[in-house]
């Protein structure tokens, strides 16, 4: 297992920028493929991005696909989200998620490591 920690939520404009990082400790971050999910209130935790051990795949939930980029620098024991052109759907409580595989998943039973979660909220 690894232990996760996220930041850079915050509070935006739509239209504006975040980019959330997640920190790993633990085992070797490079063998694990990472993702993000979040889940706004009232609603089930979804998908949103995930990237595999070394960065050569990626994948995006259609609603986020041309704005959200995900990247990895395994020297750093971090994973990226660069959230562009934001909407106020896009307002939720992000995950970062590791998943013990060297290819990533958007379904979130694979992943077995979870962050506490940071909070970006969207104005209109």
């Known amino acids: 297992q690894v232990q996760l920690v996220e930041s850079g939520g915050g509070l935006v404009q739509a239209g504006g920028s975040l980019r959330l990082s997640c920190v790993a400790t633990?085992?070797?971050?490079?063998?694990?493929?990472m993702g993000w999910f979040r889940q706004a209130p009232g609603k089930e935790r979804e998908f949103v991005a995930a990237i595999s051990w070394r960065g050569g795949s990626t994948g995006y939930a259609d609603s986020v696909k041309g704005r959200f980029t995900i990247s990895r620098d395994n020297a750093k024991n971090t994973v990226y989200l660069q959230m562009n052109s934001l909407k106020p759907e896009d307002t939720a409580v992000y995950y970062c998620?590791?998943?013990?595989?060297?290819?990533?998943?958007?379904?979130?039973?694979?992943?077995?490591?979870w962050g506490q979660g940071t909070q970006v909220t969207v104005s209109s």
């Open positions: 633990g085992r070797t971050f490079s063998s694990y493929a």
């Open positions: 998620a590791a998943r013990q595989a060297f290819y990533p998943s958007d379904d979130d039973r694979d992943f077995g490591s």
